[in-house]
């Protein structure tokens, strides 16, 4: 197994600590990310996991009818794929470029996961802790490539936070988040 394969099922078991968590009338609750409820991190989520498929549609129910299976879905099916070498090494057209699903999965997708762990916590008044090794990794993989982060729309503005500021703090804060 690869260091990604193992990293994603750590940081998809946290995600899916806070999925079950979620109390029943949490699902439409406002979430940190502008214009989206709670079901619509995991929407994005569930979306996003067919980018990294090249476009493969996840069986499972709909995020509309049961966003958590419709996340038990697409992490079980996306853990598979990181465990198998072949599929996992396997090169694929993206719209960055050609790439692995593991090489994606450890650039893009971990981080996505990890800090929409927090956001889906935040929304729906779960423990919002999120794995610290993670969370300093994906921290320090992402201050060199500020000015290029800032350039799309997958962040805000930085927030800032004191100096001596906890690294989780400090990449919410980072990604324009307000911990």
Avoid at 20 to 33: I, L, M, N, S, T
Avoid at 58 to 79: F, I, L, N
Wanted: proline share 6%; hydrophobic share 40%.
């Amino acid at each position: 197994m690869s260091e990604v394969a193992d990293r994603y099922r750590n940081v998809a078991a946290g995600f899916t600590r806070v999925v079950e968590a979620v109390p029943a009338d949490g699902w439409d609750r406002p979430a940190p990310c502008e214009g989206w409820v709670a079901r619509d991190v995991v929407r994005h989520l569930v979306e996003v996991a067919g980018m990294f498929r090249s476009g493969v549609t996840e069986p499972g129910p709909s995020v509309d009818d049961d966003p958590a299976g419709a996340w038990a879905a697409v992490r079980d099916s996306t853990q598979a794929a990181l465990d198998d070498p072949a599929v996992a090494t396997a090169e694929m057209e993206t719209p960055m470029g050609t790439a692995t699903l593991e090489s994606m999965m450890g650039r893009f997708g971990l981080p996505d996961l990890l800090i929409h762990t927090w956001d889906l916590a935040r929304a729906t008044g779960v423990d919002e802790t999120l794995d610290q090794d993670e969370v300093a990794r994906v921290y320090e993989a992402m201050l060199p490539m500020d000015e290029h982060l800032r350039g799309g729309t997958s962040f805000g503005a930085k927030v800032e936070v004191a100096d001596d500021a906890d690294v989780q703090t400090k990449l919410l804060a980072f990604t324009g988040r307000r911990p």
